[in-house]
């Protein structure tokens, strides 16, 4: 019978996996994801490329451990107040990548130059801090910086990704990365011509197509899969 915390739990691990093996994660970083009973399934304080489905720990709205052996991630509380804050929010993935950490610190965000791009048109907002998030109360500052949007850049810090489902949240983890990346290529170029609203708002609609996602995750899942 279909389990849909086990789907999420799969879902989640084999995430991990290309996330790793496509060199966005290094020894620190998290997953987590909504589940319909509103506890929250979270990889646990470890390196999230390394983590096997035993790994998972489930936590609370607050952050405490209700189940597995792991112990949760020191930054756990950016987490639980983008679920608070964001009811549409079902997945979070946070990261360390080194472009995240150079576009942020060039203090505009992500400009729109490429398609992978699009997703991020209505703003990366950057949270204007390196401290980590091990309270609630910057947990809650970083929810209000992400406001509204599907990403947040945290100044020498990293960055991190909201979604509704994790195959998106896995487009949008990669796609964040590989825009800041083109940007820094960019960047030595001279002035740079960016998408318009229009341009995005209308491939934006494009992307909403059941099943937009397919083909470009079962690409990054044959990379990690025999
Ligand atoms: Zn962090």
């Known amino acids: 019978m279909f389990d849909p915390i086990e789907a999420t739990k799969e879902k989640m691990v084999l995430a991990c996996k290309v996330l790793q093996k496509q060199r966005v994660l290094d020894g620190y970083g998290h997953l987590t994801a909504r589940l319909p009973d509103g506890r929250i399934l979270s990889t646990p304080h470890m390196p999230p490329g390394k983590v096997a489905l035993r790994d998972l720990i489930i936590i609370d709205k607050e952050g405490n451990k209700l189940e597995g052996l792991g112990e949760p991630n020191g930054e756990t509380a950016m987490h639980t107040s983008i679920y608070k804050a964001r009811s549409d929010v079902q997945c979070i993935l946070h990261y360390h990548p080194d472009e ?108 909403d197509r059941p099943n937009a996602n397919r083909r470009y995750i079962d690409y990054y899942i044959s990379e990690v899969v025999d």
């Open 100 to 207: 995240l950490v150079a576009v942020a610190a060039a203090g505009a965000g992500i400009k729109v130059i490429a398609n992978c791009g699009v997703p991020f048109y209505r703003g990366t907002p950057i949270y204007d801090s390196p401290v980590l998030i091990r309270s609630h109360q910057l947990g809650d500052k970083v929810a209000a910086t992400l406001g509204d949007r599907n990403a947040v850049l945290l100044r020498g810090h990293g960055g991190t990704v909201v979604s509704n489902d994790l195959d998106t949240l896995l487009r949008l983890g990669l796609d964040l990365v590989r825009s800041a990346r083109i940007q820094i290529m960019a960047a030595p170029l001279g002035a740079l011509k960016t998408h318009s609203q229009e341009e995005c708002e209308q491939m934006i609609k494009g992307h």
